[in-house]
């Protein structure tokens, strides 16, 4: 089984609705991310969260939330999806008590699609 | 802030040829530098890491890359492609105190027959 894993893997939705795409990880690390990917812009932070009560704003937060319901849990919300967050999402973690702390692991990500 | 350049966003070799991505960082802090390579319909996974060890990392599938601190640069080398690197690889620097991965652009890696 991959240590980390996206729900869905691929969604497609219309303007306006709302959308939750999950993130769970079995590594048992405390921090967990969530990127996007746009073709030619490389991968942009979202949100990060560095334990379950720590959670912050990355560089493109606008039109997102989240939710860290567990360790191994973090959940990114798009609360009234528009076309242009159409993209590629992944979720990615590290291990802050370990030596290669800032090392991230990546799930597969969800591609998403707003019509 | 941190901020990574990747020179060529497509880059085109021959299979058995040598495969050169560059990758130039911005830091006035010693950083913590990677490559992740991206195969199609797929996730990011790590190619190598500079931690401040060995100025010469080697990484998985033959690759290496050489952090240079007067060149601010971390380029990725393999001495010969081989069809299966096809991928988009994207170098990244941990930006500090905060601990987050800033990305650069991608390369996109073609090799032909």
């Known amino acids: 089984d991959a240590d980390v894993t996206q729900t869905p893997r691929n969604r497609i939705t219309k303007t306006g609705k709302r959308i939750m795409l999950e993130c769970s990880q079995t590594k048992g690390h405390d921090r967990m991310y969530w990127y996007r990917q746009d073709p030619g812009l490389g991968l942009r932070l979202i949100y990060y969260?560095?334990?379950?009560?720590?959670?912050n704003k990355g560089e493109i937060s606008d039109g997102y939330s989240v939710s860290r319901q567990a360790q191994a849990k973090f959940s990114l919300s798009l609360e009234s999806a528009i076309p242009n967050q159409t993209a590629l999402y992944f979720c990615?973690?590290?291990?802050?008590?370990?030596?290669?702390?800032?090392?991230?692991?990546f799930g597969p990500g969800t591609r998403l699609l707003v019509l | 802030a941190q901020s990574v350049t990747q020179l060529g966003s497509h880059v085109s070799v021959s299979e058995g040829a040598l495969v050169l991505l560059r990758c130039n960082y911005s830091?006035?802090?010693?950083?913590?530098l990677f490559w992740y390579v991206q195969y199609p319909n797929q996730g990011l996974q790590l190619l190598l890491k500079?931690?401040?060890?060995?100025?010469l990392v080697k990484g998985i599938n033959g690759f290496e890359a050489e952090f240079k601190k007067s060149e601010t640069s971390f380029h990725l080398t393999k001495p010969s492609a081989h069809m299966s690197d096809a991928a988009e690889y994207f170098c990244a620097v941990v930006e500090g105190g905060s601990e987050k991965l800033v990305f650069g652009k991608g390369t996109k890696l073609t090799v032909n027959p």
């Open positions: 500079y931690t401040s060890a060995a100025t």
């Open positions: 990615a973690t590290s291990d802050s008590r370990r030596t290669g702390q800032e090392t991230q692991y």
């Open positions: 830091s006035s802090v010693p950083p913590y």
């Open positions: 969260s560095f334990d379950v009560k720590d959670i």
